[in-house]
C-alpha cells in the first residue's frame, strides 16, 4: 500500500482507496501471493478494500495525511511510506521486485537498492 501511494503521488494522481483496491486485484490475477490476503468487494465505483482504508486511516490518525477521499498526504507520509518501502526491499527483495514489475512500479523511489533477480 504505502508504494501504490508513493507510486500515484508521484505520478500526479489522487490517491483514492478503490485505486489501490484495484491494484491488490491485479496482483491476485497475477497469482503474487506475496502481499497477502487484502479483502475486495465491488462497489459502483470499482473495488473497494476496508483493508486499504483501513491503512488511510492509519494515515490520518498518525498526522500523516489530512483527508481520506482522496488522500491528501504530507510530507511525513512520503517518509513514512519511503521507510516502509525500504523496509520491504530488505526483508522480502523478491516480493517487492514481482509487485514492481506486475504494477509497473518505478523502483527508483526506493533508498534502497533491491537486488536484483539472478537468471536460473
Known amino acids: 500500500m504505502a508504494y501504490a501511494i508513493l507510486t500515484t503521488i508521484k505520478a500526479g494522481r489522487p490517491v483514492l482507496i478503490e485505486d489501490v483496491s484495484s491494484l491488490f486485484a491485479k496482483l491476485r490475477q497475477e497469482n503474487i501471493a506475496a502481499v497477502g490476503n487484502v479483502a475486495l468487494r465491488r462497489t459502483p465505483r470499482g473495488l473497494y478494500s ?36 525500504n523496509e520491504e526491499s530488505q526483508s522480502h527483495p523478491e516480493a517487492l521486485l514481482q509487485v514492481a514489475q506486475v504494477l509497473g512500479f518505478d523502483l527508483s523511489l526506493l533508498t534502497n537498492r533491491v537486488p536484483q533477480s539472478r537468471p536460473a
Request: glycine fraction near 12%; charge should be negative.
Open 50 to 85: 476496508e483493508d486499504v482504508e483501513a491503512f488511510f486511516g492509519r494515515l490520518l490518525a498518525g498526522g500523516f495525511a489530512t483527508a481520506r477521499g482522496p488522500l491528501h498526504p504530507n510530507e511525513n507520509d512520503m517518509t513514512l511510506c519511503t521507510e516502509i518501502v
